[in-house]
């Protein structure tokens, strides 16, 4: 699957979960908070209208409880006033108190006077069925009349539930005997419950008893009440029952969803508006992702292919900024730079090994020649010596050319035996040797392969035998690579200093030249294969086989960084010890 694809999935499967979470959300906790919501504003309305009609009982209780004209209520009883029955009841406490009852019983029980006012349809209301002293009302005068306090109650009247309330007639001071009962009343009509309404901004009403709401859903039934939800509303129904604690009347409220819609519309909104910012989020990381992340890959991935394709190693990537991306831009021209210097090394090393595979048969031949030249030179050197042994050798000149003739042989089959000796010996083979000899050697072979008339080689050695337990023709390879490396340094004129040191247990060699001296950039990787100090001009083999040689012996080479006039290298080298193919001491 393509990474733009895996992308699209990962977003896919984000938005799926954030529907899920949202959907769980909408069901566990929205709906709960939704519940809890209804409920707690079902408390507030029922605990609101509660308070008012609380309030109406107490604004009844107190007019009825007034003792501020009670001593003409007193006298009253005894001798009604017209005054009163006319204009005072009528206008002050029906019309403008709004009360719907204003009746005085006097202590035998006989009404006074009686009156009442339906605010609702603005006339009055016949109450002359308590004549007849039956009845809830009446039932309220005896209850009332026994007792020497106020007394107040909720009694449903044919006109519908009344707060009624009683009040002892006596004196201002409280003294005398009681003369009856001032009784005023108000019917919780409709005008009373709208004011009810417009307070607490909801439809407030009473009810008949048992009324059930026709297609609402019962919602639960707590502390008294019930609520039931409908479509477009919720709908609360209260038993009120009277100071008897009988059933009085069904309080209902009619209360507007429109807080729970509200409260749905900013859900549903803030929902919207999270979908709306993961869209929109989605869209830039789509974008940024195409344009930082996808673009760059699919160029790399277009280079890769072209390399694997056509072992094009010429690629190069573009590295603008120091982003990861930029970072394996770089690693990978690294690695194409280090892979071109890889594949080059190998063919330097095929090279090598081919040069190495003429270099033996040359040395072989080399060696045969040398051997073959050998026996010859023995012929010649015994012919002149014969020549000059015979009568005939009187000759001066004769004589001269006889020695120069013995003299260049000499120093020819000197050179053969040389070459032979060198092309003979074996890495494996350890033995006792003179290190002064071997470096004699080792010299004579490196004046043979290069200029050295104006390079001069100065020693200092002990005179003494240098024993050593060690592969000479090795050690002499080592010797002979670094001569060379000087001579070729020193362009053919300079000095070329070998001092030997120590004794027991080994040697400190020192070779020293005036030449340019290794440059510090190459010191710390002069040893290692295809390395070459010459600028090129080399394989790079010759100090990685003498690092490797002097190893197997079990010394060290080194390189004198902080020598200024030239070159120094050292090497230290046991005098007997273990070696690489396991030699005892």
Known sequence: MKLKKKIYTLHGLIAIAILVV???????????????????????????????????????T???????????????????????????????????????????????????????????????????HILDKKGELWDFILESSKLKEGHNHLVSTKYGVMVLVSSPITRSDGSGAQRGRLLLGNILDK?????????????????????????????????????????????ILKDIYDSHNEYAYTLGITASKNFSLTFKKIIFIYTAGLMLIFIVATIIIYLFFNRFILKKIELISE???????????????????????????????????????????????????MLNEKMIFLGNITANIAHEMINPLFAVSNAVEYIRNSDCCNDEKLKEALHIIENETARVREIAMNLNRYSIQKSTVFSENDLNVIIDS?????????????????????????????????IQQVF??????????????????????????????????????????????????????????????????????????????????????????????PNKGVFKDGKPD
């Not at 202590?107 to 009442?116: A, I, N």
């Not at 059930?212 to 502390?223: A, Y």
């Not at 603008?320 to 594949?343: A, F, P, Q, T, Y």
């Not at 200029?451 to 050695?461: G, L, M, V």
Request: net charge neutral; charged share 25%.
């Open 442 to 474: 080792a010299i004579m072979v490196a004046k043979w392969s290069r200029n050295i008339d104006k390079i001069t080689f100065k020693r200092a050695i002990p005179k003494k035998n240098l024993n050593l337990f060690c592969n000479p023709g090795a």
């Open 191 to 235: 005008k009373f419950f709208h004011a009810i309404s417009n307070t607490l901004g909801e439809s407030v009403n009473y009810r008949a008893r048992n009324f059930i709401p026709e297609s609402k859903i019962l919602l639960f039934s707590r502390n008294g009440y019930s609520l039931f939800e409908g479509k477009e509303d919720l709908e």
């Open 303 to 353: 280079k890769t292919t072209r390399i694997v394709t056509s072992d094009d190693l010429s690629v190069i990537f573009p590295v603008s900024s120091n982003d990861e991306i930029c970072m394996l831009k770089g690693n990978l021209n690294d690695m194409l730079k280090r892979m071109k210097m890889e594949i080059r090394k190998t063919l330097d090393a095929q090279n090598m090994l």
């Open 22 to 60: 949202f959907f769980l959300f909408y069901n566990f906790h929205f709906k709960a908070s939704l519940t809890k919501l209804k409920e707690e504003r079902s408390d507030i309305l029922v605990n609101g209208v509660q308070t008012l009609l609380e309030k109406e009982i107490s604004r009844v």
């Open 62 to 128: 107190l007019l009825c409880n007034d003792n501020a004209g009670w001593d003409t209520m007193y006298r009253y009883v005894l001798d009604p006033n017209k005054r009163l029955e006319k204009d005072i009841a009528p206008d002050l406490f029906t019309k403008y108190m709004k009360l719907s009852l204003f009746s005085v019983i006097n202590k035998d029980l006989d009404l006074v006077f009686l009156t009442g006012y339906d605010r609702v349809t603005d006339q009055k209301i016949n109450f002359d």
């Open 480 to 573: 002979i690579n670094l001569i060379i490396n000087s001579i070729d340094a020193l362009t053919g004129k300079g000095d070329i200093t070998i001092a030997i040191s120590g004794n027991e247990p080994g040697y400190t060699i020192d070779f020293f030249d005036n030449g340019p001296g290794f440059a510090q950039s190459i010191i710390d990787n002069a040893f290692d294969s295809f390395k070459s100090t010459k600028d090129g001009k080399g394989a790079g083999l010759g100090l990685y086989i003498s690092y490797n040689i002097i190893k197997d012996h079990g010394g060290t080479i080194k390189i004198d960084g902080e020598y200024n006039n030239g070159s120094h290298i050292v090497i230290t080298i």
